[in-house]
């Protein structure tokens, strides 16, 4: 079985395990069904990520290389995190709530990410096949 295929079952199973597991500890099957498609997502985009640029899941350990991470995740952990404990809900639905807001969130910076990534690998090779000299016919 090769990596790709690897990937999917696990994301796929991580997924599944997710909103099963939700459903199971008896949270609406809505926010079950959004937290184990969110999971599924997210495990889809981090292999990606890992199988095609392996170097943007490291880190260099200096706080300013992370800074615009660490600042929305800040958000995301005081705003929608407390909008969520605020929710007349029950823990189950809480919990869901917060897995569907984290794996949207990561995933946004992920997608972002790679998308940053694909358009420098495009602009490199434009750049480089352009200013290429060309061999002569001799």
Known sequence: MNRTTLHRLLAVALGVATGGGLWWFDANPGIAGAAGVSVLVLALVLSRTVRTHPEFTSSTGRWEDSKWTAAGQFFVIVVAFQAVFSA????????????????????GYFLGGLDALDRSDREAAREGSSGAVEPADD
Do not use: E, F, M
């Open 88 to 107: 007349s809900v029950g823990l189950p639905d809480q919990i869901g709530l917060h897995v569907v807001l984290l794996a949207t969130y990561i995933v």
